[in-house]
C-alpha cells in the first residue's frame, strides 16, 4: 500500500533494494554484529508502519501459510 514501509533492521549485508519485490525464501541480506545482552542469540528487527504508525505486519501483508 501507499504509505506501508517495511523494514529490517540489523542487517550487515543488505541484497535487495528499495522497491523490490521480494519472494518468501529469498535471501535479502546477512545478519551484521548488533549489539545484544550475553544471554541473547543474534536476531532481526522486522518493523512495519503505516501513515507513521507501527503495525501489526499480519494485518496488512496477510497470513504466511
Known amino acids: ?11 550487515d549485508v543488505v ?12 535471501n ?7 549489539p545484544f545482552e550475553a544471554d541473547e542469540e543474534p536476531h532481526l528487527h522486522f518493523i512495519t508502519t503505516m501513515n507513521k504508525e507501527t503495525v501489526n505486519p499480519l ?4 497470513k504466511v501459510q
Not at 500500500?1 to 542487517?11: E, K, M, R, S, V
Not at 494485518?59 to 496477510?62: E, T
Open 1 to 11: 500500500g501507499g504509505n506501508l514501509i517495511a523494514q529490517y533492521c540489523g542487517l
Open 15 to 26: 541484497n535487495v533494494s528499495a522497491g523490490d519485490y521480494v519472494t518468501m525464501g529469498q
Open 28 to 34: 535479502i541480506g546477512t545478519l551484521g554484529v548488533v
Open 59 to 62: 494485518a496488512v501483508m496477510g
